[in-house]
């Protein structure tokens, strides 16, 4: 998402929440509005989606030492939403 990487996360959100309407149990578009509430400081909402979005199938364990996922992979609210998707997840750590 360009409005994403230019820190225009309001029209991130607009075309993102288009990606789900389009297909809900893509579990990347869910993973992409995660990100941008994670850098706009939103961190309840960060949890929430990225929590959906890797129950739909999002390969967070590809991504987790990547931006944005390394400023927060080492927090307890992270660690559990590993540990509850623990069965779905491989993780290189």
């Known amino acids: 998402m360009s409005q994403y990487m230019v820190e225009q996360y309001d029209s991130s959100l607009y075309y993102v929440d288009i990606a789900i309407d389009i297909n809900p149990e893509a579990g ?3 993973s ?3 990100e941008a509430y994670l850098l706009m400081g939103e961190l309840n909402n960060f949890y929430k989606y990225i929590d959906i979005a890797v129950s739909k ?3 967070l364990e590809r991504f987790f030492e990547d931006h944005p996922y390394n400023l927060i ?3 307890n609210k992270m660690l559990r939403i ?3 998707h623990k069965g779905n997840m491989v993780l290189k750590r």
């Open 73 to 75: 992979k080492d927090q």
């Open 28 to 30: 990347f578009p869910y």
């Open 32 to 34: 992409t509005k995660a």
């Open 82 to 84: 590993i540990e509850k």
């Open 57 to 59: 199938g999002f390969e």
